[in-house]
C-alpha cells in the first residue's frame, strides 16, 4: 500500500510519518534548516501486519502545490493531516479538492498537536473537518494524536494495517507503466529512477523506453518498496536502475514515463472530461490557459470546451491542447491549476489521446468521448466499435493493455474492429452500390476499388478496406478483378462477333513476343481490318479486364502484364535498395529501350512503380493492383 500525506504547511505530516516509520522523510539540507518540506519525501516500513507500506510525504505549502501533485497520483490511500491548534486551513481544503479530483476514495484523517488542544477544542475542529471532507472521503475516519508524545499513534498505526489488509494488489497484467517522479545516479550503480508502478510489471533484463524522450534503456535491477526484488509489480514504489547509451540523470526528468517499448506514442492534444470547481469566479471558456498535473509530469495547457464553457461546479468535455507532447494513458486522472500556481482550478480524465484538430466538437466526436467513459475495457471497446471503426492496437497501448478477447457482437477487419450492426451494414452498402454501377455500366468489368472504398460509410483506410475486400471474396460475396470488384453474378461478355474477333486477335497478344506485341496498325494490316475495328474491340477486351492499353494503339494482354509485375518485382529485389533502371527491366524481357519505357510509364501512371529520375522502385501499396 502507497500512502500519500496532505494536509497544510506546518501541520506536522512530516514528523507523523517520522513516528510511524522512524524515518524522517525531509532529506534535504535547506528542509532541515527551514522545517518545511520542499520536494518529496519517501519512507518504508513494515507497521506490524507483516507487509511494507510506503509513504509519499508531500509539501503542504501553496506555492509547493505542484510537488504535491507529483506525489499524489498513486497513491492508495491519503492521510489527512490537520493540526487540532489550527483547524482546517487554505491547503487543508485545496488538498481535499485534489484528492477528490484524483477520485482518492480511501482515508484517515490525523488530528495532530492533540495534545495541545482540550476535548473542546479537538470536537470543534473534528466538526470543521467532517464539513469540508468531499463525498469520496465522508467515512474516513478522524484520529487524535501526538506525533511528539506518542499518544494516538499505536491506533493510527492499527488503523493503517487494517487498511493495508484491504488494499487488494493492482493487477499486474499489462505493460508496464512507471511515472518517474525521481531521477538520479547512485555511485557504483549508475542512473536510478524512481515512482510509482502504474501498470504491469518490470524485472531485470527488461528493455523499456523513457517516454516522451524515446530514449530506450535496459533493466540493470528492481527495487520494490524499498527492498531489492525480483520484479516490481503494479501499485508498488519502485526504483529502478537503467542503462543504455544517453541514460543519464539529466536526460530522464519528473514526469517523464518509464514504459515498455510498444507503449510509446507521446500526445499533446488529448480530448478529457473536466470538472471546474465550484470556487472558480466564471465558467472556462475557449483556450483557456493553465498548467496541467497528470502523475508527476506538469506542463502548460490550453483548454478548449466541447461544448458550452464550463461553469463552476460542472462536468463537461473539453480537448486539451498542450505545450509539449506527454506520455499518458486513456483512464489517467488530471489536474488544472492556474497559470500562475496560485489556485486549482479542477480536475478530471484522460479520455482520447487523438483528439482530432479539426472537426472537434462534431456529433460523433462526443460520442466517441461519451463511450470511451466505460469503466472496463471490452465495454469501452464494443461502444466505441458500435460508432466507428476502431484500431485494435492503438486502443490496447492507449490503454495499457495486455491483447483482450474481441467481445461478442464485434467482428475484425485486419487492425480494425467493428460492430456487427457496422459490418452488415458495410457489406449491405457495398452489394447496393456494387449492384448500382452494374445496372449503370453494364458493358464494365465492375467498380474501381478506390470509387467504391470512397461510396461506403464507414470508410475504412486502405489496406483495411483490402482486407475487408478479400473477406467478402473468400466469403463468395464478390469477385475481385485487378482493380476492380464486381458482384458474382455480373459477368460482361463481348457480342459473338467480336468474341470472334478478340479470339483472332489474343495470340499475337502471348507467346515469345508478348512483351512487344503488335501495335493496332500492324493487326490491322495483317488480318485486313480497318484500324478502328482492331482498336474498338481491344477497347472493350480492356474493360472486361482482359488486356491493358500500355500506350496509344499498344494493348497487351491482362496475364502478361501480371507478368510483368512479377518480374518487377524481382528486379527490385535484386538491388540492395529497391531502386532501379529501366535498361535492368528490359533486359530481363529481352525488349527494345522504347517499349520497355513504355510500360514502366504506364505502370508510373498507375502508381505500381515510383519514379526518381532515371530510377523507380515499386510502390508497395499497389502491388496487387494487377491481382
Given at each position: 500500500m502507497i500512502v500519500g500525506t496532505a494536509g497544510h504547511i506546518d501541520h506536522g505530516k512530516t514528523a507523523l510519518?517520522?513516528?510511524?516509520?522512524?524515518?524522517?522523510?525531509?532529506?534535504?539540507?535547506?528542509?532541515?534548516?527551514?522545517?518545511?518540506?520542499?520536494?518529496?519525501?519517501?519512507?518504508?516500513a513494515d507497521l506490524g501486519g507483516g507487509a511494507i507500506t510506503g509513504f509519499v510525504d508531500v509539501p503542504g505549502h501553496e506555492r509547493l502545490i505542484h510537488t504535491m501533485l507529483a506525489g499524489a497520483g498513486g497513491i492508495d490511500l491519503a492521510l489527512i493531516v490537520v493540526a487540532a491548534d489550527d483547524g482546517v486551513m487554505p491547503q487543508t481544503r485545496e488538498h481535499l479538492a485534489i484528492l477528490e479530483l484524483l477520485g482518492i476514495r480511501r482515508g484517515i484523517v490525523a488530528l495532530t498537536k492533540a495534545d495541545l488542544a482540550g476535548p473542546e477544542r479537538r470536537a470543534k475542529v473534528t466538526a470543521g473537518i467532517r464539513a469540508v471532507l468531499p463525498p469520496l472521503l465522508r467515512e474516513a475516519?478522524?484520529?487524535?494524536?501526538?506525533?511528539?508524545?506518542?499518544?494516538?499513534?499505536?491506533?493510527?498505526?492499527?488503523?493503517?494495517?487494517?487498511?493495508?489488509?484491504?488494499?487488494?494488489?493492482?493487477?499486474?497484467?499489462?505493460?508496464?507503466?512507471?511515472?518517474?517522479?525521481?531521477?538520479?545516479?547512485?555511485?557504483?550503480?549508475?542512473?536510478?529512477v524512481t515512482g510509482t508502478l502504474l501498470t504491469g510489471r518490470v524485472q531485470p533484463g527488461d528493455s523499456v523506453i523513457i517516454s516522451p524522450s524515446g530514449l530506450a534503456a535496459r533493466v540493470r535491477s528492481v527495487h520494490a518498496q524499498n527492498r531489492a526484488a525480483p520484479e516490481g509489480l503494479a501499485g508498488q514504489r519502485c526504483?529502478?536502475?537503467?542503462?543504455?547509451d544517453g541514460v543519464e540523470k539529466s536526460a530522464i526528468h519528473r514526469g517523464d514515463v518509464v514504459l515498455s517499448p510498444a507503449l510509446h506514442a507521446p500526445t499533446?492534444?488529448?480530448?478529457?472530461?473536466?470538472?471546474?470547481?465550484?470556487?472558480?469566479?466564471?465558467?472556462?471558456?475557449?483556450?483557456?490557459?493553465?498548467?496541467?498535473?497528470?502523475?508527476?509530469v506538469e506542463v502548460g495547457a490550453r483548454i478548449v470546451p466541447l461544448g458550452e464553457p464550463i461553469a463552476p461546479g460542472a462536468t463537461g468535455p473539453v480537448q486539451l491542447?498542450?505545450?509539449?507532447?506527454?506520455?499518458?494513458?486513456?483512464?489517467?486522472?488530471?489536474?488544472?491549476?492556474?497559470?500562475?500556481?496560485?489556485?486549482?482550478i479542477g480536475g478530471g480524465q484522460f479520455r482520447d489521446l487523438r483528439a482530432p484538430a479539426r472537426k472537434r466538437r462534431t456529433p460523433e466526436r462526443l460520442a466517441l468521448i461519451a463511450a470511451a467513459r466505460a469503466a472496463e475495457p471490452a465495454m469501452a471497446l464494443r461502444a466505441l466499435a458500435a460508432i466507428g471503426p476502431v484500431d485494435l492496437a492503438a486502443f490496447l497501448r492507449d490503454r495499457s493493455l495486455d491483447p483482450l478477447p474481441l467481445p461478442a457482437g464485434l467482428g475484425q477487419i485486419g487492425p480494425l474492429v467493428l460492430g456487427d450492426e457496422a459490418l452488415s451494414g458495410l457489406r449491405t452498402g457495398m452489394a447496393a452500390a456494387l449492384a448500382g454501377f452494374h445496372a449503370e455500366n453494364p458493358d464494365l468489368p465492375g467498380m474501381g476499388r478506390e470509387r467504391l472504398r470512397l461510396a461506403l460509410h464507414p470508410r475504412l483506410p486502405k489496406e483495411p478496406f483490402l482486407v475487408f475486400l478479400r473477406q467478402e471474396a473468400d466469403a463468395g460475396r464478390a469477385v475481385l478483378d485487378g482493380a476492380f470488384v464486381r458482384l458474382p453474378a455480373h459477368e460482361v461478355t463481348l457480342a459473338p462477333t467480336d468474341e470472334a474477333l478478340w479470339q483472332r486477335l489474343l495470340p499475337h497478344l502471348l507467346g515469345e513476343g508478348r512483351f512487344r506485341p503488335p501495335r493496332v496498325r500492324d493487326l490491322a494490316g495483317e488480318f485486313g481490318l480497318d484500324e478502328r475495328e482492331i482498336r474498338r474491340v481491344m477497347k472493350l477486351a480492356q474493360k472486361l479486364g482482359r488486356a491493358e492499353q500500355i500506350a496509344h494503339d499498344h494493348f497487351f494482354a491482362r496475364t502478361v502484364t501480371r507478368e510483368m509485375v512479377a518480374i518487377l518485382r524481382d528486379v527490385a529485389a535484386g538491388t540492395p535498395d529497391g531502386w532501379f533502371a529501366a535498361p535492368a527491366f528490359r533486359d530481363r524481357l529481352n525488349n527494345g529501350r522504347k517499349v520497355a519505357i513504355e510500360i514502366l510509364d504506364f505502370f508510373d501512371r498507375h502508381g505500381l512503380t515510383l519514379r526518381r529520375g532515371d530510377l523507380r522502385r515499386i510502390n508497395p501499396h499497389r502491388v496487387d493492383l494487377f491481382d
Amino acid at each position: 500500500m502507497i500512502v500519500g500525506t496532505a494536509g497544510h504547511i506546518d501541520h506536522g505530516k512530516t514528523a507523523l510519518v517520522k513516528a510511524l516509520t522512524g524515518v524522517d522523510a525531509d532529506r534535504l539540507a535547506e528542509e532541515k534548516a527551514r522545517g518545511i518540506t520542499i520536494d518529496l519525501g519517501f519512507a518504508y516500513a513494515d507497521l506490524g501486519g507483516g507487509a511494507i507500506t510506503g509513504f509519499v510525504d508531500v509539501p503542504g505549502h501553496e506555492r509547493l502545490i505542484h510537488t504535491m501533485l507529483a506525489g499524489a497520483g498513486g497513491i492508495d490511500l491519503a492521510l489527512i493531516v490537520v493540526a487540532a491548534d489550527d483547524g482546517v486551513m487554505p491547503q487543508t481544503r485545496e488538498h481535499l479538492a485534489i484528492l477528490e479530483l484524483l477520485g482518492i476514495r480511501r482515508g484517515i484523517v490525523a488530528l495532530t498537536k492533540a495534545d495541545l488542544a482540550g476535548p473542546e477544542r479537538r470536537a470543534k475542529v473534528t466538526a470543521g473537518i467532517r464539513a469540508v471532507l468531499p463525498p469520496l472521503l465522508r467515512e474516513a475516519p478522524v484520529l487524535p494524536l501526538s506525533a511528539l508524545t506518542g499518544k494516538g499513534i499505536a491506533a493510527l498505526r492499527t488503523a493503517l494495517i487494517a487498511a493495508e489488509a484491504e488494499t487488494g494488489g493492482r493487477a499486474a497484467q499489462g505493460p508496464m507503466r512507471l511515472a518517474v517522479d525521481r531521477s538520479f545516479t547512485l555511485a557504483g550503480a549508475g542512473t536510478v529512477v524512481t515512482g510509482t508502478l502504474l501498470t504491469g510489471r518490470v524485472q531485470p533484463g527488461d528493455s523499456v523506453i523513457i517516454s516522451p524522450s524515446g530514449l530506450a534503456a535496459r533493466v540493470r535491477s528492481v527495487h520494490a518498496q524499498n527492498r531489492a526484488a525480483p520484479e516490481g509489480l503494479a501499485g508498488q514504489r519502485c526504483a529502478l536502475n537503467l542503462a543504455g547509451d544517453g541514460v543519464e540523470k539529466s536526460a530522464i526528468h519528473r514526469g517523464d514515463v518509464v514504459l515498455s517499448p510498444a507503449l510509446h506514442a507521446p500526445t499533446d492534444r488529448i480530448d478529457a472530461d473536466l470538472t471546474v470547481l465550484g470556487a472558480e469566479a466564471k465558467p472556462l471558456g475557449a483556450w483557456f490557459p493553465a498548467r496541467l498535473h497528470s502523475h508527476a509530469v506538469e506542463v502548460g495547457a490550453r483548454i478548449v470546451p466541447l461544448g458550452e464553457p464550463i461553469a463552476p461546479g460542472a462536468t463537461g468535455p473539453v480537448q486539451l491542447v498542450l505545450d509539449r507532447p506527454i506520455a499518458a494513458a486513456v483512464g489517467d486522472r488530471f489536474i488544472l491549476r492556474d497559470t500562475s500556481a496560485s489556485r486549482t482550478i479542477g480536475g478530471g480524465q484522460f479520455r482520447d489521446l487523438r483528439a482530432p484538430a479539426r472537426k472537434r466538437r462534431t456529433p460523433e466526436r462526443l460520442a466517441l468521448i461519451a463511450a470511451a467513459r466505460a469503466a472496463e475495457p471490452a465495454m469501452a471497446l464494443r461502444a466505441l466499435a458500435a460508432i466507428g471503426p476502431v484500431d485494435l492496437a492503438a486502443f490496447l497501448r492507449d490503454r495499457s493493455l495486455d491483447p483482450l478477447p474481441l467481445p461478442a457482437g464485434l467482428g475484425q477487419i485486419g487492425p480494425l474492429v467493428l460492430g456487427d450492426e457496422a459490418l452488415s451494414g458495410l457489406r449491405t452498402g457495398m452489394a447496393a452500390a456494387l449492384a448500382g454501377f452494374h445496372a449503370e455500366n453494364p458493358d464494365l468489368p465492375g467498380m474501381g476499388r478506390e470509387r467504391l472504398r470512397l461510396a461506403l460509410h464507414p470508410r475504412l483506410p486502405k489496406e483495411p478496406f483490402l482486407v475487408f475486400l478479400r473477406q467478402e471474396a473468400d466469403a463468395g460475396r464478390a469477385v475481385l478483378d485487378g482493380a476492380f470488384v464486381r458482384l458474382p453474378a455480373h459477368e460482361v461478355t463481348l457480342a459473338p462477333t467480336d468474341e470472334a474477333l478478340w479470339q483472332r486477335l489474343l495470340p499475337h497478344l502471348l507467346g515469345e513476343g508478348r512483351f512487344r506485341p503488335p501495335r493496332v496498325r500492324d493487326l490491322a494490316g495483317e488480318f485486313g481490318l480497318d484500324e478502328r475495328e482492331i482498336r474498338r474491340v481491344m477497347k472493350l477486351a480492356q474493360k472486361l479486364g482482359r488486356a491493358e492499353q500500355i500506350a496509344h494503339d499498344h494493348f497487351f494482354a491482362r496475364t502478361v502484364t501480371r507478368e510483368m509485375v512479377a518480374i518487377l518485382r524481382d528486379v527490385a529485389a535484386g538491388t540492395p535498395d529497391g531502386w532501379f533502371a529501366a535498361p535492368a527491366f528490359r533486359d530481363r524481357l529481352n525488349n527494345g529501350r522504347k517499349v520497355a519505357i513504355e510500360i514502366l510509364d504506364f505502370f508510373d501512371r498507375h502508381g505500381l512503380t515510383l519514379r526518381r529520375g532515371d530510377l523507380r522502385r515499386i510502390n508497395p501499396h499497389r502491388v496487387d493492383l494487377f491481382d
